[in-house]
Each structure stands twice: as structure tokens, then as C-alpha cells.
């Protein structure tokens, strides 16, 4: 089995809809990540959450809300979709030292029509 | 805040030969790690190599090998012997390590390799 789940896979969407992203992992690590991708863009950093109690901002917060339901388990949701939050959406959960590794879901690709 | 950057969008290379792909970063921080990744098709993203600031040895794994320059924070990636299976987005990151804050990635924008046969 995967290390870390994400559902669903692909999704379309109406502008205006909310949607949840949902992401789960089986590496028992306390630090979960959410990180949106576009071309030219890379990586960034939407939210991210060091315990279940512990949720932060990342880089591209606006119009995103997150919640952790339990150590391996932590959603992405979009409140009233727009089209240029059209992307590819990673979760990810990491380790400390000494390799500080990051393991990544196999991404979901929204689409807002 | 750190930066990363890939100032090459796009490379190519024929199979068989070596490909260096540029990466800079911009950071006041002393204790952190750099990485490679590779995103291909499947757009999995897998870790292809991982360099600790405070070694100075160049980390090399198998046909992959990095040039860490710390002083003019530069950090490429070569691949020797390049393969078809090597086309894919390759990414920089730099991570801050240490402290309570350890583990949220910055990356840079990526770099499209394609290896010809």
C-alpha cells in the first residue's frame, strides 16, 4: 500500500462549488503538507500542520481551508472554487532528522470550469 | 524567506550522454538540505537525491551526482549516462532543517529534461 492516499484523483468542478481534497498517510509522521502545483511555478505551499493541533498558513493560503482530523489524515478544502485554482494538488507528510525525507501523495488534478 | 531558483525551463540530451541541470538558492540560514526531485509522466514525485549543508562532501547516488557550492549557494544536478526513463520534470528544493520548524519545502520551478534516443 501507498504511503500516502489522496482522493480523489482527478476532479472537474463548477466555479463556486466546494470541493474537499482528501489525504491520508500510513507513515505515522506528525507533519502533514498541503502544496499546490503550476506550470512554472513549482511547488507552493498552501497549508501545513505539525500536529493535530497545530495548523498553519503557507505561501498560497487565500480561498483554502484545512483540517486534520487525526495524525493521518489532513483535507484541503476550496470554499467557492474559481477557475485559476485550477492546479495539481500534493499532500505530504515528512520525518525529522536525520533525512528530514518527504513523502508525497500521487496528487489529485482539479479542474475549475 | 528562502528562494530557490531553476533558471532553465527546458533541457535535452541524447541517451547515453551527461546532462547538468542548474539550481540556486537564496537563504540566511545555515543548517538546512537541499533535494532533487523528479516528477515524470505518472507526475509522482520521487526523490532522486539529497545533499546536508553541513557535509561538504558531494552527495552521489548511482548515475545522479550534485555540485554543492555553499558559498555561491548553487546546487546542480548531473546525470550521467542518461537514460529514456531519466525524461521528466526535475525539481529543486531546499528545506530548513532543525529547530520546531523543520520540514515544509521550497521549490524551485523546475526544469523539463527529455532524453532523445
Known amino acids: 500500500d501507498a504511503d500516502v492516499t489522496q482522493t480523489p484523483r482527478n476532479r472537474i468542478t463548477k466555479t463556486g462549488k466546494r470541493i474537499m481534497l482528501e489525504c491520508s498517510q500510513t507513515?505515522?509522521?506528525?507533519?502533514m503538507y498541503w502544496y499546490r502545483q503550476d506550470p512554472g511555478l513549482g511547488l507552493r505551499l498552501i497549508y501545513y500542520?505539525?500536529?493535530?493541533?497545530?495548523?498553519n498558513k503557507g505561501e498560497i493560503s487565500d480561498g483554502y481551508s484545512v483540517s486534520r482530523q487525526a495524525q493521518a489524515k489532513f483535507s484541503l478544502s476550496l470554499e467557492s472554487a474559481i477557475p485559476n485554482q485550477t492546479a495539481l494538488y500534493f499532500c505530504?507528510?515528512?520525518?525529522?532528522?536525520?533525512?528530514?525525507?518527504?513523502?508525497f501523495g500521487p496528487g489529485t488534478r482539479l479542474t475549475v470550469t | 524567506a528562502q528562494t530557490v531558483t531553476q533558471s532553465q525551463p527546458e533541457m535535452s540530451v541524447q541517451e547515453a550522454e551527461t546532462v547538468t541541470l542548474s539550481c540556486t538558492y537564496d537563504t540566511s540560514e545555515n543548517n538546512y538540505y537541499l533535494f532533487w526531485y523528479k516528477q515524470p509522466p505518472s507526475r509522482q514525485m520521487i526523490l532522486v537525491i539529497r545533499q546536508e549543508a553541513y557535509k561538504q562532501q558531494n552527495a552521489t547516488e548511482n548515475r545522479f551526482s550534485v555540485n554543492f557550492q555553499k558559498a555561491a549557494k548553487s546546487f546542480s544536478l548531473k546525470i550521467s549516462d542518461s537514460q529514456l526513463g531519466d525524461t521528466a520534470m526535475y525539481f529543486c528544493a531546499f528545506l530548513r532543517a532543525g529547530g520546531t520548524s523543520y520540514g515544509k519545502l521550497t521549490f524551485g520551478q523546475g526544469t523539463i529534461l527529455t532524453v532523445h534516443p
Open positions: 505530504a507528510t515528512s520525518g525529522g532528522f536525520p533525512t528530514y525525507e518527504q513523502y
Open positions: 507513515k505515522g509522521h506528525d507533519r
Open positions: 500542520s505539525f500536529d493535530v493541533k497545530d495548523i
